[in-house]
Nanobody
Framework: QVQLVESGGGSVQAGGSLRLSCAGTRFSSNSSCMAWFRQAPGKEREGVAGIHRGRGSTYYADSVKGRFNISQDNAKVTVFLQMDSLKPEDTAIYYC????????????????WGQGTQVTVAS
């Protein structure tokens, strides 16, 4: 069973940057995706960015394109989410997730989850 452990998060002023990390273990195949979701108070959880562990292809929600960057280390164990030009509306709990899917923007198909980490952006 895939296990995901997140780190990073915290509080920052608008316009600032944060980086999240997620270590994923016990994958049975590189034909899989890791992604970041977020859930703000009173809102549904949404997919933010995903990366295919085998191909390295990346996917982004329109709301974060040009500001967020997802990447992985050479060992394909840890995925990073670099968040720049943060806005107050980026405030949410961010979750790392994984799935054995060919396209990483198949947001509804993610079935492995981390514990979540809080990101707060002050105006």
């Amino acid at each position: 069973q895939v296990q995901l452990v997140e780190s990073g998060g915290g509080s920052v002023q608008a316009g600032g940057s944060l980086r999240l990390s997620c270590a994923g273990t016990r994958f049975s195949s590189n034909s899989s995706c890791m992604a970041w979701f977020r859930q703000a108070p009173g809102k549904e959880r949404e997919g933010v960015a995903g990366i295919h562990r085998g191909r390295g292809s990346t996917y982004y929600a329109d709301s974060v394109k040009g500001r967020f960057n997802i990447s992985q280390d050479n060992a394909k164990v840890t995925v990073f989410l670099q968040m720049d030009s943060l806005k107050p509306e980026d405030t949410a709990i961010y979750y790392c997730a994984a799935a054995y899917v060919p396209f990483c923007d198949s947001w509804a198909r993610y079935n492995y989850w981390g514990q979540g980490t809080q990101v707060t952006v002050a105006s």
